[in-house]
T-cell receptor, first 115, second 113 residues
Framework: DAGVIQSPRHEVTEMGQEVTLRCKPI?????LFWYRQTMMRGLELLIY????????DSGMPEDRFSAKMPNASFSTLKIQPSEPRDSAVYFC?????????????FGQGTRLTVV | AQSVAQPEDQVNVAEGNPLTVKCTYS??????LFWYVQYPNRGLQFLLK??????LVKGSYGFEAEFNKSQTSFHLKKPSALVSDSALYFC???????????FGSGTRLSIRP
């Protein structure tokens, strides 16, 4: 398996524009997580899904952020409109959610810069 | 609220010396504990985990961690550090089946030759 695949790897956009980050989890994994990493706040959990259903989105910072998982092999994180303070590295991770003890596998991340 | 803390932002160790990276947790119930490592411009990589049983867990690259229930700690250790161990290390806790994984703030480990 190729692991968790995120695209794009880098995104530079202007303030106010819509940004869509994409994630393909490992085949067979049924839990998916979106994290944001910044120097100031570290690694924050934004939202996670089990069996394509959002379970906890309490980490989503504002209504400008939304996430979807239309099927087991694809998820998106959208920011509309984007702001400079959204600049960060966004990670997607997946795991076998049916087991208590499985670790999460991370993608390479998307580095977002909003200018 | 469930949380995990890494009290040290940075740990500096000479190559060949033992290293310890600290982690404490606060959860209700039995936690599942993990250590991850992050190299520059990379995603997090799994190192080891504690689920149940032996309190000393062995993982990748010669790392091990000791679970201490009374002190609610899960410190990462290695008997002899390598320069290549220099990276950012994260402790994490999972709270049961199909639940979220919460990460600590990370500790930057620097190994000097």
């Amino acid at each position: 398996d190729a692991g968790v695949i995120q695209s794009p790897r880098h995104e530079v956009t202007e303030m106010g524009q819509e940004v869509t980050l994409r994630c393909k989890p490992i085949s067979g994994h049924n839990s998916l997580f979106w994290y944001r990493q910044t120097m100031m706040r570290g690694l924050e959990l934004l939202i996670y899904f089990n069996n394509n259903v959002p379970i906890d989105d309490s980490g989503m910072p504002e209504d400008r952020f939304s996430a979807k998982m239309p099927n087991a092999s694809f998820s998106t994180l959208k920011i509309q409109p984007s702001e400079p303070r959204d600049s960060a590295v966004y990670f997607c991770a997946s795991s076998l959610g049916g087991s208590d003890h499985t670790e999460a596998f991370f993608g390479q991340g998307t580095r977002l810069t909003v200018v | 609220a469930q949380s995990v803390a890494q009290p040290e932002d940075q740990v500096n160790v000479a190559e060949g010396n033992p290293l310890t990276v600290k982690c404490t947790y606060s959860v209700s119930g039995n936690p599942y504990l993990f250590w991850y490592v992050q190299y520059p411009n990379r995603g997090l990589q799994f190192l080891l985990k504690y689920i149940t049983g032996d309190n000393l867990v062995k993982g990748s690259y010669g790392f091990e961690a000791e679970f201490n229930k009374s002190q609610t700690s899960f410190h990462l250790k290695k008997p002899s550090a390598l320069v290549s161990d220099s990276a950012l290390y994260f402790c994490a806790v999972k709270l049961g089946r199909a639940s979220k994984i919460i990460f600590g703030s990370g500790t930057r480990l620097s190994i000097r030759p």
